[in-house]
């Protein structure tokens, strides 16, 4: 123990990762002021100050990077603080006691702060440096370019560029209140206009999820994407094919939770980008009733993230591939299958071609499949049906489900007004409310029948024949 404590006094000497200390910025930076930016530390959350101020003490670079960097200039409230580090990630684990090393395809340090986490990086370097030397490039990339491996420590400036949009790649050091600029990232912040890093074709090439991350920064920032920047996407868009699936997902549902969902779902179809994501999302945009239904779907969900409101990845994917169940479902009915036999086959049908594209994950499935499973018990307003739909624990995703389709015209807005009545109503009134069964009057008439012809049966003949 006493020999840990001397370690953490006595031994912590700068990485020799890179050669700039905090006090002396390097060449080629440009370093904006607190009073040009307006910036404080007070605007840090202050585990990561601690960590900022830590790092800097012990002798390491320390900064406030990325998202957080950048909402702060643009006035908004980031929801994480990263920092990014010249220290290794074994020098940040001796400095911080709740602290723990995580990854494996590049490490970084979760240091505690009470309940709070601050993810902490160590500066990387650009795998493809040696951009020129084909044996270099191919060793960490595919045949289409896209990065395998991505996890060498580098300069400050390495890491800057190694970035996706300038935008991103700002340096907040809050000790210092001082913001280091190496790609003019501060000027495209204040044109609201959003840039990549480098070469775009080889950019998109290396990480193809960019072009999804630039439809949704765009709208999120309300900034208008580089022409040099949009232009290779629209030619470029099929490398998402090549995107493991669950990725593909993580960054969907980014996009799908923003609370831009629908400006960014406009966008992607406007520059090609929906195929393989939602392979059935050209169609269904293109049905009048599947277009409005989608677009109320989204809208409901973009006012709910915006209103810091809970939003369910399950009932989101439901409304998104509701056209494509329904329309396997009336194919299903028309060959000659009963109705709920029909259903579940056409749900099992369409979330079988769905998971090879976007991979959604099983959890969601089964709410999924629920809420659609619930949609034809709504037409049943007599007896105890409407009571024990009531007491379904998925009711209320399920009715503001069946509420979507009244308002988009797919069903009569009649029965969303009689849930919504019912569900007010007190147990008096739910009993006056039901509706006259009229298939069970059926079943009593038809039972009446068969009973009627057998007494006449046991008599010795029907009415016809008494009569003859």
């Known amino acids: 123990m006493i020999r840990k404590f001397l370690h953490r006094v006595f031994g912590h000497k700068p990485s020799t990762s890179v050669s700039v200390s905090v006090s002396r910025p390097p060449a080629g930076v440009h370093v904006i002021s607190r ?3 307006g910036i404080t530390r007070d605007h840090i959350n202050p585990c990561a100050l601690k960590v900022t101020s830590g790092l800097q003490e012990a002798g390491y670079s320390a900064f406030v990077v990325g998202g957080a960097a950048r909402d702060l200039l643009l006035g908004l409230d980031p929801k994480d603080f990263d920092i990014a580090t010249n220290a290794t990630p074994e020098e940040v684990r001796a400095i911080f006691r709740r602290s723990r090393i995580i990854g494996r395809r590049f490490r970084l340090v979760h240091v505690m702060c009470g309940a709070e986490t601050v993810e902490v990086s ?21 045949e289409h370019g896209r990065l395998l491996r991505d996890n060498v420590f580098g300069s400050q400036e390495e890491d800057a560029k190694r970035r996706d949009f300038t935008v991103n790649a700002l340096f907040f050091d809050p000790v210092h209140e001082e913001i280091w600029d190496y790609l003019n990232g501060y000027e495209d912040i204040k044109a609201k206009r ?44 099929p490398l998402l094919q090549n995107v493991p699936p669950s990725r593909l997902f993580d960054e969907m549902l980014k996009l799908l939770l923003s609370g831009h969902a629908l400006a960014c779902v406009i966008d ?19 049905q009048p009733l599947g277009e409005r239904f989608i677009t109320l779907a989204l809208k409901n969900t973009d006012e709910r ?12 994917f439901a409304a998104l591939l509701w056209h494509e169940v329904l329309a396997a479902w009336n194919n299903r009915q028309t060959a000659g299958e009963k109705m709920i036999p029909a ?19 099983h959890r969601y499935d089964a709410i999924m499949k629920e809420i659609w499973a619930m949609q034809p018990r709504f037409t049943g307003r007599s007896g105890r049906r409407p009571f024990r739909l009531l007491e ?18 797919e069903i009569e807005m009649e029965l969303g007004e009689w ?21 069970q009057k059926k079943r009593k008439r038809s039972r009446g029948r068969r009973k009627s012809a057998s007494s006449d049966a046991e008599n010795g003949g029907t009415v016809a024949d008494t009569v003859q």
Not at 423 to 430: D, F, I, N, V
Request: glycine share 8%.
């Open 35 to 37: 009073k040009q930016h």
């Open 122 to 142: 160590t500066f990387r370097g650009d795998t493809l440096a040696g951009e020129n030397d084909g044996a270099t490039a191919n060793a960490h990339a595919d």
């Open 194 to 237: 959003l840039r990549i890093i480098g070469d775009p074709l080889r950019r998109y090439r290396e990480d193809p999820v960019r072009m999804l991350r630039a439809v949704r920064l765009a709208a999120k920032l309300d900034m208008q994407i580089d022409a040099d920047t949009a232009a290779p996407i629209g030619d470029l868009a």
């Open 268 to 286: 992607l179809r406007t520059r090609g980008l929906h195929h393989g994501l939602l392979p059935m999302l050209d169609v269904i945009l293109e």
């Open 305 to 316: 993230v915006r209103h810091e409101k809970p939003v369910s990845p399950g009932f989101l």
């Open 343 to 361: 259903l579940h086959q056409a749900m099992d049908d369409v979330l079988a071609v769905q998971n090879k594209k976007l991979a959604i994950p």
């Open 392 to 409: 379904h624990p998925r009711f209320r995703a399920a009715y503001d489900f069946m509420l979507l389709r009244c308002e988009s015209g």
């Open 419 to 439: 849930w919504e009545a019912f569900q007010r109503a007190g147990s008096g009134e739910r009993e006056a409310m039901l509706l006259k069964d009229e298939t």
